[in-house]
C-alpha cells in the first residue's frame, strides 16, 4: 500500500512555566504537562472547583500563572473571554465584528482555532478575520486583518509563539504562507509563500526552526526569517492533526482516500444532479463545502462542478492514510518507520508519552505503537468512552485523558499495557483539547468551561 506520512514529535524547545498551559495542547503542542495529582475521577457533581458559562466555541483553553483564555463566536460577533484561573470568574471578554464567513465543515467552527499566550498577553486567531492581541487587562493591542481563505474545511491551524513573533501558518488551495507577526505591534515581520494546499496541523519549534506538516510532506522554516530550510515530501496526503515532536524524532497521522472509495464523478457523489445533465450548478449543491469548494474556486470559477473539476478534487484527496516517524538529519529528515491503512485518528492529534505512541479514533478505538521502533504494541477500545473524537488526549503524572464527544471523560494508565482506570460522564458534548496546569484539569463543553482537581 502507499506511504501516507505521519509524524512523531518529541519537543525539544524548552518547557512553559510552571503551571502555564500556553498553547494548543500546552508546552511546544506536546499534550503533556509537569506536576502530580490531576484528577481521575470527576463530573459536574464531583471533585469540580467551579463551572463557568463560555459562549459558543471549540477553541481550547490556555493559561497563564492566573487566567484562562478562551475564544468563542456568536451573533456575528468574535469574542475572546478571559477567566480567573483560580475561581472561574469572567475577567473580562472583548468582540469583533466577523467580515466574512469561510466555507467550511461542519465539524470546524468560526471559533475553532486555540489562541496563545505569552504568560500576559493573548493573541486570538479567527479564520473569518485574522489575529487580534489584547492586554491581560483586556486592553486591545493591535489587529492585522486576514484572508478571506481558501480551505475545503477551513483553516484551523493555531497561532503559536516565536521569541518576540506570533506566527501563524495558513495551508489553503491557492496562496499558502507561513507568516510571523511582531507580538507588541502586530506588525508582519517576514511572510514566505508554500507551495503545501490544504492543511490544518498547527506548527511546532524544533532548534530554532518552525516544523509544518501539510498534504504529505513537512517544512522546515528559519524563526528569524521565515525562510524554508528544508523539509520531506513523500507522497500526497492529508495530515489533520497536530504532529509532536520528541528530540530530533517527528510523528503524525496523515489521511487519504483510496482511488477506489472516491466517486469518479460529480453525479455519483452525494449532491444530487436534478436535472441529469452531469453537471452540479449552486442551486442544485446548496452549502456542500466540496461542491462549492471546486465548484467556485477551480478552473473558471464559474460556481458550476463539472467532470473536469471533480477530477482535481478526486487527484487532491487521492492517497492512503497511515503514521511514520521521521528524524531531523541534515536540514531535512529521514524515515524511521511507517505503518500504512486506515487506522488512523482524523481530527485529534497523536501523543507520544513514556515512549508509547497512542493514537484514538472514532469509535473509541485506541491503537498504540512502541514510539521508537513503531512495532505495534496493540488496539483495543476506550471501554464506556466509544463516541466520536474531536478532542487531544493529554498526559501527565503516569495518565491520559481523553475525552469524546458525547461528553465521556476515559482516564487511563498509561504504558504498554495501559488500562481505563475511569470514565467520567460530564452530560455535554466535548470538542475542545483540555488543558493541565498544577494538578487541575481545565476542560471546555458545548457550553460550559469546569476545572476539576482532586478533592483535598
Known amino acids: 500500500m502507499p506511504l501516507i506520512v505521519s509524524l512523531l514529535l ?20 506536546s499534550g503533556v504537562a509537569s506536576g502530580s495529582g490531576y484528577p481521575i475521577a470527576f463530573g459536574p457533581d464531583h471533585n469540580r472547583l467551579w463551572r463557568a458559562k463560555a459562549r459558543p466555541g471549540k477553541s481550547s483553553p490556555v493559561l497563564t500563572a492566573t487566567r484562562l483564555f478562551l475564544t468563542a463566536a456568536e451573533g456575528g460577533r468574535l469574542y475572546t473571554q478571559c477567566f480567573d484561573r483560580k475561581t472561574g470568574k469572567l475577567v473580562w471578554e472583548r468582540n469583533l465584528m466577523q467580515p466574512h464567513q ?3 465543515n461542519k465539524l470546524n467552527h468560526e ?57 501563524v501558518v495558513v495551508d489553503q488551495w491557492e496562496g499558502s504562507f507561513i507568516a510571523a507577526f511582531d507580538r507588541m505591534t502586530g506588525e508582519m515581520r517576514w511572510k514566505t509563500p508554500r507551495e503545501e494546499r490544504e492543511g490544518w496541523a498547527t506548527p511546532l519549534l524544533h532548534r530554532g526552526r518552525i516544523v509544518t506538516t501539510s498534504r504529505g510532506r513537512f517544512g522546515l522554516h528559519d524563526t528569524a526569517t521565515g525562510k524554508r ?28 482516500t483510496p482511488a477506489s472509495g472516491l466517486p469518479s464523478s460529480p453525479r455519483s457523489s452525494n449532491v444530487r444532479d436534478k436535472n441529469g445533465d452531469g453537471r ?9 463545502p466540496i461542491a462549492n469548494h471546486f465548484g467556485k474556486l477551480t478552473g473558471n470559477r464559474d460556481g458550476v462542478l463539472t467532470e473536469d473539476k471533480w477530477e482535481i478534487f478526486r487527484k487532491s484527496t487521492l492517497g492512503f492514510g497511515g503514521i511514520s516517524a521521521l528524524r531531523f538529519a541534515d536540514g531535512g529528515a529521514e524515515e ?20 508509547v ?19 505495534e504494541i496493540g488496539v483495543a477500545r476506550l471501554r ?36 481505563v482506570e475511569q470514565v467520567n460522564e460530564i452530560g455535554e458534548a466535548i470538542f475542545a483539547t483540555p488543558a493541565l496546569a498544577d494538578g487541575v484539569l481545565y476542560l471546555r463543553t458545548e457550553g460550559s468551561l469546569y476545572a476539576f482537581a482532586e478533592s483535598e
Open 111 to 167: 471559533a475553532a482555532i486555540t489562541p496563545v499566550t505569552d504568560g500576559d498577553n493573548v493573541y486570538a486567531f479567527f479564520k473569518d478575520f485574522g489575529l487580534v492581541a489584547y492586554s491581560a487587562n483586556g486592553e486591545e493591542l493591535w489587529q492585522a486583518p486576514l484572508g478571506p481563505f481558501v480551505n475545503l474545511m477551513g483553516v484551523s491551524a493555531s497561532p503559536i509563539l516565536s521569541g518576540t513573533d506570533i506566527v
Open 102 to 104: 469561510e466555507i467550511a
Open 229 to 256: 530550510i528544508g523539509g520531506y515530501a513523500p507522497v500526497a496526503s492529508t495530515i489533520v492533526g497536530s504532529p509532536v515532536v520528541d528530540g530530533d524524532t517527528l510523528s503524525s497521522s496523515a489521511t487519504g
Open 357 to 375: 505512541l497512542y493514537v484514538v479514533r472514532n469509535g473509541g478505538i485506541l491503537n498504540t505503537y512502541d514510539a521508537a521502533s513503531g512495532d
Open 336 to 355: 524511521l518507520w511507517r505503518h500504512e491503512g486506515n487506522f488512523i485518528s482524523v481530527i485529534p492529534s497523536l501523543l507520544a508519552y513514556e515512549g
Open 280 to 288: 452540479l450548478t449552486p442551486e442544485e449543491y446548496g452549502d456542500d
Open 384 to 419: 464506556g468512552a466509544l463516541g466520536g473524537y474531536s478532542a487531544s488526549p493529554v498526559a501527565a503524572d503516569g495518565h491520559i485523558w481523553f475525552a469524546s464527544e458525547e461528553g465521556n471523560m476515559a482516564v487511563v494508565r498509561a504504558g504498554r499495557d495501559w488500562d
Open 10 to 29: 518529541v519537543l525539544a524547545a524548552g518547557p512553559a512555566l510552571a503551571g502555564e498551559w500556553p498553547r494548543f495542547r500546552g508546552p511546544n503542542g
